[in-house]
């Protein structure tokens, strides 16, 4: 078949098919989920190979169904972790519980599943591009379909990062209807970890193969989307789960600050206590944290680019102080505090990024990291993205091979991490940088 007439069939085909399970007049009530089958189609995301004559690939369905963890999350329901995990929570079986299948599935209502929406196919494409009633019968016409027509009929504009960030963090860090609790953790789920930028390419190019071709979109720009977008998440799981109780759920605190090693010193937070100029979000000691790897990355951010930070921190030390003693406090804290991260956000945002915000950036990063303001293992962990995001920015990851291989060699296990190794292996990343 001719390039052309691949063009002619696609638009014949992808329209017709989907329209086939078209039925009522739907234009008020929620568009509904045509399910991953949908998009199939060897003429439309389902071919073998890349294609070039969109500047789509076309074989997205293909790269999301081999080599796509997220094709994998409702499978892994079934496997011997998921199993155990529910059976210790007593939920009946994993891919059945409400509670599991909130991330590891789209799980819609039933009046909004189409005829080819299935709840084995886990997350699928309408999970990130947005259920597809409405835009799949003509959102392969370009030129005559145009991209603001296409999100106005309810694709997701996962083109940009705060749009993708509210995306991704609403189920790798947790939403309002989607809870990884710490019963869930106690009974063996994995400690969630996210940073947008990593993620996004880790995912991106899972399995050697690429969902999409990258666009030009600045790493940084993707970074901070993903700070900002994580946090507010966090801010929503406190809301909605520490507000409500008398003992807020475990998982909404730093994990380490139960979770440690009993020696005093073992991870450095009393050093970095010993001024607050050092570390703002230390807390008294003994005090629990909340999960605050995100909000140290922006304070370095702030401190680096010379942005007043005062009030957000006198913000977050009001909600973490609400956390240790006074629940009734947390409502009027949290709103302070999404006032404050969108003031800061916004400023951080606005800025342009060339070499030198990036180098200034990662030298801030790895002084902060050094002098233990990314105290424990997760926050550590947060850092270390961040880091290698700006080397790779900055075309320094492959020299830098070893010293970063040597980092994430101290964060492979949790209960082994120690604060002044991490430090060390900083020491070598940072002197050959060093201006
Ligand atoms: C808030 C969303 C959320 C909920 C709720 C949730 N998970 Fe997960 N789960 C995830 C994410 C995200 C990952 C991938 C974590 C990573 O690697 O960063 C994951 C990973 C896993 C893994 C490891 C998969 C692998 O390939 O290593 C298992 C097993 C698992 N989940 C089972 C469950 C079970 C069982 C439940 C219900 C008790 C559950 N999950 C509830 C989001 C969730
Ligand atoms: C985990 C979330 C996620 C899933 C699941 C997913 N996508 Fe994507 N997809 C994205 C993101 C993010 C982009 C990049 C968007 C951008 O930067 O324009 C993208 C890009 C694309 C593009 C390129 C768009 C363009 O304008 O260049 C196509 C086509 C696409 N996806 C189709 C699919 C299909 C088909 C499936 C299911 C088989 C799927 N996607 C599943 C997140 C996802
Ligand atoms: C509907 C929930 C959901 C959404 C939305 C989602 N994910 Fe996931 N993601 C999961 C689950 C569940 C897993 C674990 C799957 C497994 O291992 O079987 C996962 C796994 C991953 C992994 C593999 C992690 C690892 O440890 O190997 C990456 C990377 C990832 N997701 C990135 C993204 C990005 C980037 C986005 C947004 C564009 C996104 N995800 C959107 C639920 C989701
Ligand atoms: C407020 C303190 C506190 C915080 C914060 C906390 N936990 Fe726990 N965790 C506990 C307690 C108490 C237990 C029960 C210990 C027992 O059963 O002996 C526990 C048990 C566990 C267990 C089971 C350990 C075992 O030996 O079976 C795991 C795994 C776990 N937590 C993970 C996490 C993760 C991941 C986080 C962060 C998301 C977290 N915890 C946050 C207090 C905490």
């Given amino acids: 078949m001719s390039r052309s007439s691949v063009v002619v069939s696609m638009i014949v085909l992808c329209g017709v098919l989907p329209a086939l399970g078209l039925t009522a007049d739907t234009t008020s009530s929620p568009p509904r989920f045509e399910g991953v089958a949908s998009c199939a189609s060897s003429l439309c995301h389902g071919s073998a190979r890349p294609l070039s004559a969109h500047e789509v690939l076309q074989n997205e369905y293909v790269t999301w169904s081999q080599f796509d963890p997220h094709a994998n999350a409702y499978r892994v329901l079934l496997d011997a972790r998921s199993k155990q995990i529910a059976a210790r929570m007593g939920i009946g079986p994993a891919h059945t519980a409400p509670q599991c299948l909130a991330c590891h599935a789209e799980v819609v209502p039933a009046a909004r599943r189409g005829v080819r929406h299935q ?251 050094r002098s233990g303001s990314f105290p424990d293992p997760a926050a550590a962990e947060q850092a270390a993205m961040g880091l290698v995001m700006l080397l790779a920015e900055l075309d320094l990851d492959r020299s830098r091979r070893a010293e970063i291989d040597a980092l994430f060699a101290t964060l492979r296990d949790d209960n082994a991490f120690d604060g002044r190794r991490f430090r060390r292996v900083l020491d070598q990343l940072e002197k050959p940088t060093a201006r």
């Avoid at 956390?323 to 951080?348: I, V, W, Y």
Wanted: aromatic fraction near 6%.
């Fill in 119 to 369: 709840l084995s196919d886990g997350v699928g494409c309408e999970s990130c591009h947005g259920a597809a009633e409405r835009w799949l019968p003509t959102h392969h016409q370009s030129p005559a379909v145009t991209h603001a027509e296409n999100l106005a009929r309810g694709l997701t504009a996962l083109e940009r990062p705060g749009v993708r960030a509210e995306v991704c963090t609403g189920c790798h860090v947790g939403d309002r209807n989607r809870f990884a609790s710490h019963a869930m953790m106690a009974a063996g789920h994995p400690r969630l970890v996210f940073d947008l930028e990593t993620y996004t390419e880790l995912w991106r190019t899972s399995g050697g193969r690429e969902h999409y071709r990258k666009r030009d979109t600045q790493a940084p720009t993707v970074w901070i989307a993903g700070i900002l977008g994580a946090t507010r998440r966090q801010f929503e799981l406190l809301e909605v789960h520490a507000a409500r109780s008398a003992r807020p759920d475990f998982s909404v605190y730093a994990c380490h600050t139960c979770h440690r090693d009993l020696r005093v010193a073992a991870f450095g937070t009393n050093e970095a206590r010993g001024s607050q100029a050092a570390d703002p979000l230390a807390g008294a000691p003994g005090e629990l944290r909340m999960q605050d790897g995100q909000l140290r990355l922006l304070l370095v951010l702030a401190d680096a680019l010379q942005l007043d930070s005062q009030s957000f921190i006198a913000a977050m030390r009001r909600l973490q102080s609400a956390l240790n003693s006074d629940p009734a406090q947390l409502p009027g804290t949290l709103r302070e505090a999404r006032q404050q991260l969108d003031a800061l956000g916004g400023a951080l945002t606005r800025r342009s990024w060339q070499t030198r915000e990036t180098r200034v950036v990662f030298d801030a990063l790895v002084r902060a990291a």
